[in-house]
Nanobody, 122 residues
Framework: VQLQASGGGLVQAGGSLRLSCALS????????VHWFRQAPGKEREFVAQ????????YYRDSVKGRFTISRDNAEKMVYLQMNSLKPDDAAVYYC????????????????WGKGTQVTVSS
């Protein structure tokens, strides 16, 4: 499975961005897809997860109600719609694939894509 994140950029606080994760490989639809982020000097942290068929989602508390993860297996894409962005959301965002987990963490991911930078100005 290969993943490629895109869609990052510079946005003002309160603004919106949509990140995309392009999936490829024979078994991409067998995995849940996750978004993680890593800010300078901080550990990589979980942001959102979507099940392999898109019927279940899971978010870290700080993004609930602001971020929405979605999936289109026919188009081989996963999206992260980010609204009401805050300076604390600034980070490099990564998409990753792994089986569904109730406690997603970086060490549990099987495949990673390269990150995309999100910058939020205050």
């Amino acid at each position: 499975v290969q993943l490629q994140a895109s869609g990052g950029g510079l946005v003002q606080a309160g603004g919106s961005l949509r990140l995309s994760c392009a999936l490829s490989g024979r078994h991409f639809s067998s995995y849940a897809v996750h978004w993680f982020r890593q800010a300078p000097g901080k550990e990589r942290e979980f942001v959102a997860q979507i099940s392999r068929n898109g019927d279940s989602t899971y978010y870290r508390d700080s993004v609930k109600g602001r971020f929405t993860i979605s999936r289109d297996n026919a188009e081989k894409m996963v999206y992260l719609q980010m609204n009401s962005l805050k300076p604390d959301d600034a980070a490099v965002y990564y998409c990753a694939a792994a089986p569904w987990s109730l406690r997603p963490h970086p060490g549990g991911m099987r495949y990673w894509g390269k990150g995309t930078q999100v910058t939020v100005s205050s």
